[in-house]
C-alpha cells in the first residue's frame, strides 16, 4: 500500500489531525489503529473540556478547541461529540490564590470568559459544595464535557467523507527509513509507503519514537477515576467541580451519578503497561476518592459508590504534549498529552496539521511544545509552576 501520510494512532488526537489534514487538502491520509478507534486512553477519558491554562499557548489552544466543540455537529457533517455546557468551578486555598488570580487574568487576556468568585459565590453556584476552606475560585460558564468516543467516531467519519482511510486492528511494527528520511510503516498487515509518518500513537508513542530512533520521554501510568451515587434527595445537574485543596476534578454522570478523579502528580509514580495494567480500581483506592469527594461534598457521605476503572496517561516531564517535527526527516510528533489529550484534540489537529502541510511558522505556539525543549532545560511552566495539568 502507498500513502503521502500515515498517522499512528486511533484515538482523538490521531483522528483529528487526519480530519485536519484532509481538510487541509492533504491527500491520501491513510490512520492506522493497532485495535480500534478509542480502545487506548481516549475511550477512558473523563472528557472535561475546561479552560483553565496557566500559559498563553495553552489558553489560545483550550479556547479554540471549546469553539470547535460548541461546533462540532456543523463542522463534522451531522456527527455528535455530545458536548454538555455545565459550567467549571474552580476553588482553591491561601496556598494557590495568587497563582490563581494570576491565571484568571491570563485567561481573560486571551478571550476566554472567565471570573473570580469568592467562597459565597461558589456555595451559590453549587450549594452542596463546602467552602470553608476555601478563600477563592473562579467561573467559566462555558465549559463542560463530551463524549469521548462519539468524538473520536465523529471526527473518523468526517475525516473518511474527505477520503482519510482509517484502517483497524492494525498494529505498526517498525518505521521504515531511506537514509535519514522515512519510507513508511511495516504493520501487521503488510507495509504501507509513505514520506510522512505521525506518531499520535498516545501511550505508545515512546515505543513508535524508538521504531524511527527517537527517544520520547514519555511516563504511562494509571489514572483512577471513581463513580458515587448521589442521595436521592441530592440529585441534580452540577457544575464541573476542581478542588485545589482535596486535589480531585468532578463532573456529572449520567444515572445520578458524580465521576470523581484525581488532581495528583503522584500518580506518575504507578507506572503502568497500557498492554497490560490494573484497570480496575482498589478498594483503598476508591475509599480515596469518596473520602475526598465526601470532604467538598458533604452530602456524599450518603452516598454509595457505583463502579470505578482506571486509565493511563502518557506523561511528560513537565505534563505538556510534545507537538513536533523530530528524528528522520519526515517524521512528526503529538503525544505526551498528560490528561490534556481530550480537551485540547480539535487545537492539536489543526496546529499538526498546519505544522505537515506548512512547515514550522515564526511565532506559532506548536513551537512551545518541541521535543528539545527538554535538552534545552526550557520545559513549559505556567503560574502554578509545576502543577499538573494547567
Known amino acids: 500500500m502507498k500513502a503521502n501520510i500515515v498517522v499512528i494512532g486511533g484515538g482523538v488526537s490521531g483522528v483529528s489531525i487526519a480530519y485536519h489534514l484532509a481538510k487541509r487538502g492533504a491527500r491520501d491520509v491513510v490512520l492506522v ?5 478509542a480502545s487506548g486512553a481516549t475511550g477512558k477519558s473523563s472528557a472535561c473540556v475546561r479552560q483553565h491554562y496557566s ?9 479554540k478547541s471549546l469553539r470547535f466543540f460548541e461546533r462540532f455537529e456543523e463542522l463534522t457533517g451531522g456527527r455528535t461529540a455530545s458536548f454538555v455546557r455545565t459550567g467549571y468551578l474552580l476553588g482553591v486555598d491561601d496556598r494557590l490564590r495568587r497563582e490563581m488570580e494570576a491565571a484568571v487574568a491570563l485567561q481573560q487576556s486571551q478571550g476566554i470568559n472567565v471570573r473570580l468568585v469568592s467562597p459565597t459565590e461558589l456555595g451559590e453556584l453549587e450549594p452542596r459544595l463546602s467552602t470553608e476552606d476555601l478563600v477563592a475560585g473562579c467561573y467559566e460558564p462555558d465549559s463542560g464535557y463530551a463524549d469521548p468516543s462519539q468524538t473520536t467516531q465523529g471526527f473518523a467519519g468526517a475525516a473518511r467523507d474527505l477520503g482519510v482511510r482509517i484502517t483497524e486492528q492494525t498494529e505498526v511494527l517498525g518505521v521504515l ?31 513508535i519514537g524508538r521504531m524511527a530512533g527517537l527517544e520520547i520521554p514519555i511516563t504511562v501510568c494509571r489514572h483512577k477515576i471513581n463513580f458515587i451515587a448521589w442521595p436521592e434527595d441530592a440529585r441534580r445537574p452540577h457544575p464541573l467541580v476542581y478542588d485545589f485543596v482535596t486535589n480531585i476534578y468532578t463532573r456529572p454522570e449520567t444515572g445520578g451519578l458524580i465521576l470523581v478523579g484525581l488532581l495528583d502528580s503522584e500518580e ?25 469527594a465526601a470532604r467538598r461534598f458533604p452530602v456524599l457521605e450518603r452516598g454509595s459508590v457505583a463502579k470505578g476503572y482506571a486509565g493511563c496517561f502518557d506523561v511528560t516531564p513537565d505534563w505538556h504534549p510534545i507537538l513536533d ?8 510528533v503529538a503525544v505526551g498529552f498528560s490528561g490534556h489529550g481530550f480537551k485540547l484534540s480539535p487545537a492539536v489537529g489543526e496546529m ?7 512547515g514550522p511558522r ?3 505556539d506548536v513551537s512551545a511544545f518541541r521535543l528539545s525543549r527538554f535538552a534545552e532545560g526550557k520545559p513549559i511552566r505556567g503560574t502554578y509552576g509545576n502543577w499538573l495539568m494547567c
Open 33 to 37: 489503529e493497532k485495535n480500534f478507534l
Open 55 to 63: 500559559t498563553p499557548e495553552g489558553c489560545r489552544m483550550v479556547l
Open 177 to 207: 527509513t531511506c537514509g535519514d528520511r522515512v519510507a513508511g510503516v511495516k504493520t501487521s498487515k503488510g507495509e504501507i509507503d509513505a514520506p510522512i509518518v505521525v506518531n499520535a500513537a498516545g501511550t505508545w508513542g515512546d515505543r
Open 268 to 292: 506518575v509514580n504507578d507506572r503502568a503497561d497500557p498492554d497490560g495494567y490494573q484497570e480496575g480500581v482498589a478498594f483503598d483506592e476508591t475509599l480515596d476518592a469518596l473520602s475526598r
Open 325 to 332: 517535527k523530530a528524528g528522520p526527516e519526515g517524521f512528526y
Open 352 to 358: 499538526m496539521a498546519e505544522l505537515i502541510t506548512e
Open 362 to 364: 515564526h511565532g506559532s
